[in-house]
C-alpha cells in the first residue's frame, strides 16, 4: 500500500474536527469551571474551519485510502448538512446546557466527535470504513443523550439507546459479513460488479439485505425498529434531541444510498419490495401514532420517524432524482427540525420544561414572533408551501412518480396529510385559545442566530429552490 | 416586456402584509390594508379595461425561468375566463377590509396581514400558467384561512377550521400526484398551454381526471365533498364568509374549466353524466338543507351549495350558453352572496344573533339596511333585472339544450331559491320589531358600510342591465374551450 499525500489533504476536513476536538479536550482542562462555554465557541470555530477547508477543496473529486474513502460532489453535499446540524446545535446548547446546570466542556468535544464520524459515513466507500464512521457517531451520542446525568429520564434514554443501539451495530455487521461471504468484497463498487448477474432471489443475499435494513433502518427510526426513538427523544437533553434528530439520521441516509444504490444496485430486486415496504410503515406508523402524543419531543419524535419514511421512498425510487431527492430533503429537514427544536428550547426556563404541547396554549398572545416562527417551521414540517419542506416532499414524489411507482406516491401524500393535523394542532393550541400561563422564553443571541439561519434557509429553499436543487443534482454521486 | 401588471396586482397585497409587521397601531393597520386593497383593486381595473376581448390567448403574459432543473418557470397570464375573478378577488378584497373594520377587535395587525396574504394567494391561482407556480398559491392559501376562521371565528371555530384544512389539503394532496404525473406524461414541463396541447390516453386521462376533479369538487363544494362547508361559513368572520364564498369556491369551478375540461377532453365527457347528476342532486339537496336552517348564516351557505350546482351543470353541457351561464354564476355568486355574508354580518354585529325567530320587523327598524339586504336576495333569487339572472338563465338554456332530465330538475332547485329566501326574508325584514333579537336598539349604516354594500350593488345591476361587455370579456376564451372539447366529443364518437 503506496501512502500518497493526497490521502491527509482531501480527508483534511474530518481531521481539522478531530485534532480540534482533541485540542479541545486539553483545552477543556485548564479552563475553570464556570467559564467552558468558551468551548462552545471554539468547537463553533473549528466547525467553520472545517467548512471553509471543505469548500475550497471542492473542486477535486479524489478516492482515498485504498478506495475506502471518497471525497466528492456527494461527500461533500452532506458534510455540509452536517456542518449545518452541528452549528445550529452547538448555538442551540449554549444557553440550554446552563439552564440544565452540566457545565462540561466534554460536551462540545463529543459534539466534534459525532460530526467527524457523520463526516467518516458520508465519505466512506467502503463498508468497513462506513461502520467505524458510525460507530464513532453512535457512541459519542449514547454519552450525549445520557449527559444531563441528575435526569432519571435522560439516564433512562441513554441505556435504551446504547443497548438496543449495539444490537442493531451487532445486525449490521452480521449483514456486512453475510455480503463479504456472498460477494468476497467489502468495497462498495467492487461489490457492485461482484453481484451483477448474481441472482435476485439468492436466500442468503436476501437475509444479508433484511440485516442491513434493520440496521439501518434503526439508525434512521424507520419502522419496525423505531422504538428507542419516542423514549430516547423525550430522555436526551433537547439539544442533543436537536442534534441527533438530523444529523445521526442524515448520515444514516448518506450510508444508505450508497450502499444500496451503488454497491446493492445490480440487485435491486432483493431489496426494493423490502425498503418500499419499510418506508410506507415508517411513514404509516410516524404520522399516526404522532396524533395521539401530548409530548411535543415525543411527537417529534413520531414526526422524524414520518419523515424518514419519506426519505426511504426515495431511496426506493433510485436513480439520479431519488438520490438528489434524499439528499434535498435531508438538508431541508435539518433545517426544519433544527428550528422548531431551537423553539423547543427556548420554552425552557428555570424548573419550567415546556414538553408539553399544552404549554403551547395561547403562545401567540404574547410572545407574537416566537409563535410566527413556530408556524413557519410547523407548516414546513407538514409540508405546505412555500416553505422548504414542501419542496423536498415534491421532489420525492416527483422521483417516485418518474420512476412510476404511483401507488407509493398515492400512499406517501395520504400520510402526509393526516400528519398535518398534528402540525396543525400546536398552531392552534398557539393561536387560537387563551393562554393559561405567562411565557418566559430563554431567549440569547445564539439561539436567536441559530433559528435565524433555520427560518432563511426554508423560506429561501421554499420559494428559490434553484441554486440548492441544482447543488443536489451535481453533488448525487452517479449511476 | 411591459409592465408586470399581473404580478403586481398579485404580490401588491403581500407587500402590504410585510409592512404590516412593523406596524403596532390596530387603526394604522385597518388603514393600511384598505389603501392596499383599494390600490390593488385599482391596478385590476385596467386590467379589464385593457384586456383585449377578441382573442382566447393568454394575455398580459410574464414568463421567466426559475427552477430550470424541473423546467418550472414563472408564468403568469390571464384570459378571459380568469381575467373575471382577479377583478372579483380585488373587488371584495377591500370589501372584506370594511366588513371587518368594528367587527374585528383583537389582534387587528394579524388579520389583516392574513386578509392580504389571502389575496395575494387567490388572485396568483388565478394567473398561474406554471402547474408548480399555480399549486404554491392554491396550497398556501390554506394558511392564512385556517388562520381567519380558526382565531377571529364563532364559538365552534377550532373544529370548523381543522376541518376545513384537512379536508381541502386531502383533496389537492391528490392533485399533486396528478400534476406530476402530468409533467411526465406531458414532456417534462409543468407549462400550462404547453401540457394543453398535447393529447393523452384514455386511461391516464381517467386518473388524472379522478385527481383533479376531487380536489375542485371539495373547493366548489359539490356534493358529497360539502360537509365542510356549512361550518366553515358559520364560524368564519364576516370577511372570512365573504372570501370563502365569493372567491374560494369559484377556484374550485376555476379549476374544473382551466384543467379539468382543456386537459382531459375524453375523459371529461366520460365523467360528465356523473357530474351532471351530482350538480342536480347538490342544487336541490343544497336548497332543501337551506330550507330546514333557523340561522341565517347557515342557510346562505346550504344556498351556496345549491347555487355551486348550477355551476357546476353548466360547465359540463358543453354548449356556450351553459358554459358563458356558469362563468357568469361564479362571478355572480360571488358578488351577490359576498354581499349577503356582508348584510349579515353587519346585522350580527348589532344584535349578536343569528337565528331566524331572534329577527322581525328589520324593515322598520333599519329601513337603508334592509334595501340593500332585498336587493341581494332579489339577486340570489335570480329575479330577472338582477345579475345572477344572467348566469342562471343562461345555464338553464344550456341545461335544456343537453339534457331535458337535467333542466327540469334544476328548475326546481330554483324554485326552491325562490322559497327558502323568501320565507327567510319574510322572517327577518318584515313583520313587527322582533324586540328578542334586540332589533329595535340597532342602527342603521355608516357611510364606511354603505360604500361596501353600495359597491356590490352597483355589479348586482349593472351586470343585471347590461351583462354584454362581461360576456364579451369570456366569449372567444369559452368559444375556443368548446371547440376542443367537441372535436374531442366528435372523435369519442367516431371510436365508439
Known amino acids: 500500500m503506496n501512502f500518497d499525500i493526497s490521502n491527509i489533504i482531501f480527508s483534511m476536513p474530518e481531521i481539522i474536527v478531530l485534532a480540534g476536538a482533541c485540542l479541545l479536550l486539553m483545552f477543556d482542562l485548564i479552563l475553570p469551571k464556570g467559564q467552558k462555554q468558551a468551548i462552545a465557541y471554539v468547537a463553533l470555530a473549528v466547525v467553520i474551519i472545517a467548512g471553509a477547508e471543505t469548500w475550497l477543496l471542492s473542486d477535486n473529486i479524489a478516492h482515498i485510502f485504498n478506495r475506502m474513502f471518497m471525497f466528492d460532489g456527494y461527500s461533500i453535499f452532506f458534510k455540509f448538512v452536517f456542518y449545518i446540524g452541528t452549528l445550529l446545535a452547538i448555538l442551540l446548547s449554549i444557553n440550554y446546557m446552563k439552564i440544565e446546570g452540566e457545565d462540561y466542556g466534554e460536551y462540545y468535544v463529543l459534539i466534534l466527535f459525532a460530526l467527524s464520524g457523520m463526516m467518516i459515513m458520508a465519505s466512506g466507500t467502503d463498508l468497513l470504513s462506513i461502520y467505524v464512521g458510525l460507530e464513532l457517531m453512535a457512541l459519542s451520542i449514547y454519552i450525549l443523550t445520557g449527559f444531563t446525568q441528575r435526569s432519571g429520564k435522560s439516564n433512562e434514554a441513554a441505556m435504551k439507546y446504547i443497548i438496543l443501539g449495539s444490537f442493531s451495530s451487532g445486525v449490521l455487521l452480521y449483514g456486512m459479513s453475510l455480503i463479504y461471504g456472498i460477494t468476497g468484497t467489502t468495497q462498495l463498487s467492487d461489490l457492485a460488479l461482484a453481484l451483477k448477474g448474481q441472482d435476485n432471489m439468492d436466500m442468503s443475499l436476501i437475509l444479508a439485505v433484511i440485516f ?62 423490502i425498503l418500499a415496504l419499510v418506508a410506507v410503515l415508517t411513514m404509516a406508523t410516524g404520522s399516526i401514532f404522532a396524533l395521539i402524543q401530548t409530548n411535543i419531543k415525543r411527537m417529534i419524535a413520531y414526526s422524524s420517524i414520518a419523515h424518514a419514511g419519506y426519505a426511504l421512498l426515495g431511496v426506493v425510487a433510485g436513480g439520479r432524482d431519488g438520490i438528489s431527492s434524499v439528499m434535498l430533503y435531508m438538508l431541508i429537514y435539518t433545517l426544519m427540525n433544527m428550528g422548531i427544536f431551537g423553539l423547543i428550547i427556548m420554552m425552557r426556563k428555570g424548573d419550567f420544561r415546556g414538553e408539553n404541547i399544552h404549554d403551547y396554549t395561547g403562545l401567540a398572545k404574547t410572545n407574537k414572533l416566537a409563535a410566527l416562527l413556530m408556524l413557519i417551521f410547523l407548516f414546513s414540517l407538514a409540508g405546505i408551501p412555500p416553505t422548504g419542506g414542501f419542496v423536498g416532499k415534491f421532489y420525492i414524489f416527483m422521483a417516485l412518480v418518474g420512476q412510476g411507482l404511483i401507488p407509493l406516491a398515492v400512499i406517501a401524500v395520504i400520510f402526509s396529510a393526516v400528519s398535518a393535523f398534528f402540525y396543525i394542532r400546536i398552531v392552534m393550541l398557539m393561536y387560537m385559545k387563551e393562554p393559561t400561563h405567562k411565557f418566559d422564553l430563554a431567549t440569547t443571541p445564539a439561539s436567536g442566530i441559530a433559528i435565524a439561519i433555520a427560518l432563511i434557509g426554508i423560506l429561501i429553499i421554499g420559494v428559490l429552490p434553484s441554486w440548492f436543487l441544482e447543488m443536489a443534482q451535481r453533488a448525487a454521486f452517479p449511476v | 416586456m411591459g409592465i408586470p401588471i399581473l404580478s403586481i396586482v398579485t404580490f401588491l397585497p403581500l407587500l402590504g402584509a410585510l409592512i404590516l409587521l412593523f406596524v403596532r397601531n390596530a387603526v394604522a393597520a385597518r388603514w393600511i390594508a384598505l389603501a392596499f386593497t383599494v390600490v390593488d383593486f385599482l391596478v385590476a381595473i385596467p386590467i379589464v379595461l385593457k384586456f383585449d376581448s377578441t382573442t382566447h ?22 384570459d378571459g375566463i380568469s381575467v373575471l375573478f382577479i377583478f372579483l378577488s380585488s373587488l371584495l378584497g377591500w370589501v372584506c377590509v370594511l366588513a371587518s373594520w368594528r367587527s374585528i377587535q383583537h389582534k387587528v395587525k394579524e388579520f389583516m396581514m392574513a386578509l392580504l396574504v ?12 406554471d402547474f408548480f407556480l399555480f399549486y404554491l398559491f392554491w396550497e398556501a392559501m390554506l394558511i392564512p384561512m385556517y388562520l381567519i376562521i380558526g382565531v377571529w371565528g364563532g364559538k365552534n371555530r377550532i373544529y370548523a377550521a381543522i376541518k376545513f384544512f384537512l379536508y381541502t389539503l386531502a383533496g389537492s394532496v391528490l392533485m399533486l400526484i396528478g400534476i406530476i404525473a402530468l409533467y411526465f406524461a406531458g414532456g417534462h414541463t409543468f407549462d400550462i398551454i404547453e401540457l394543453m396541447k398535447q393529447n393523452y390516453p384514455f386511461a391516464f386521462q381517467f ?62 365527457r366520460y365523467f360528465t353524466p356523473l357530474i351532471l347528476v351530482m350538480s342536480v342532486i347538490g342544487i336541490i339537496y343544497g336548497g332543501y338543507l337551506a330550507l330546514a336552517q333557523s340561522d341565517i348564516k347557515k342557510l346562505i351557505a346550504y344556498s351556496s351549495i345549491s347555487h355551486m350546482g348550477f355551476v357546476t351543470l353548466g360547465l359540463f353541457v358543453y354548449n356556450s350558453a351553459g358554459v358563458e351561464g356558469a362563468i357568469m354564476q361564479m362571478l355572480n355568486h360571488g358578488i351577490t352572496t359576498g354581499a349577503l355574508f356582508l348584510c349579515i354580518g353587519l346585522i350580527y354585529e348589532r344584535t349578536h344573533t343569528r337565528e331566524l325567530a331572534d329577527y322581525g320587523g328589520l324593515a322598520k327598524a333599519v329601513p337603508i339596511y334592509t334595501t340593500f339586504f332585498t336587493i341581494f336576495i332579489l339577486s340570489s333569487m335570480a329575479i330577472p333585472g338582477t345579475n345572477s339572472f344572467i348566469g342562471e338563465f343562461l345555464i338553464l338554456a344550456g341545461a335544456f339544450g343537453y339534457s331535458k332530465v337535467a333542466g327540469a330538475f334544476s328548475i326546481i332547485g330554483a324554485m326552491l331559491g325562490a322559497v327558502y329566501l323568501l320565507s327567510m326574508y319574510k322572517k327577518v325584514a318584515l313583520g313587527e320589531i322582533n324586540h328578542k333579537g334586540h332589533i329595535h336598539e340597532a342602527h342603521d349604516v355608516n357611510v364606511r358600510e354603505l360604500a361596501a354594500m353600495v359597491a356590490l350593488a352597483i355589479f348586482v345591476f349593472w351586470i343585471g342591465v347590461n351583462a354584454a361587455p362581461f360576456v364579451e370579456l369570456i366569449h372567444p376564451s369559452v368559444s375556443h374551450l368548446l371547440e376542443q372539447l367537441n372535436s374531442a366529443g366528435n372523435m369519442v364518437a367516431h371510436v365508439r
Open chain 1, 212 to 273: 442491513l435494513v434493520a440496521g439501518f433502518g434503526f439508525k434512521v427510526a424507520a419502522v419496525p425498529f423505531h422504538m428507542w426513538a419516542p423514549d430516547v427523544y423525550e430522555g436526551a437533553p433537547t439539544s442533543i434531541t436537536a442534534f441527533m434528530s438530523v444529523g445521526p439520521k442524515a448520515a444514516a441516509f448518506a450510508a444508505i444510498l450508497r450502499i444500496f444504490i451503488e454497491a446493492l444496485g445490480p440487485v435491486a430486486g432483493s431489496w426494493e419490495t
Open chain 2, 118 to 129: 389571502m389575496q395575494t394567494a387567490m388572485i396568483g391561482v388565478f394567473c398561474a400558467l
Open chain 2, 207 to 268: 386518473w388524472v381526471f379522478l385527481s383533479f376533479f376531487i380536489a375542485f369538487a371539495i373547493k366548489v363544494p359539490m356534493f358529497p365533498f360539502h360537509t365542510w362547508l356549512p361550518d366553515a361559513h358559520v364560524e368564519a368572520p364576516t370577511a372570512g364568509s365573504i372570501i370563502l364564498a365569493g372567491v374560494l369556491l369559484k377556484m374550485g369551478t376555476y379549476g374544473l374549466i382551466r384543467f379539468n375540461l382543456t386537459l382531459f377532453e375524453e375523459a371529461a
Open chain 2, 57 to 78: 390567448n393568454m394575455q398580459f403574459v410574464e414568463h421567466y425561468i426559475w427552477i430550470p432543473s424541473w423546467n418550472i418557470t414563472y408564468f403568469m397570464g390571464i
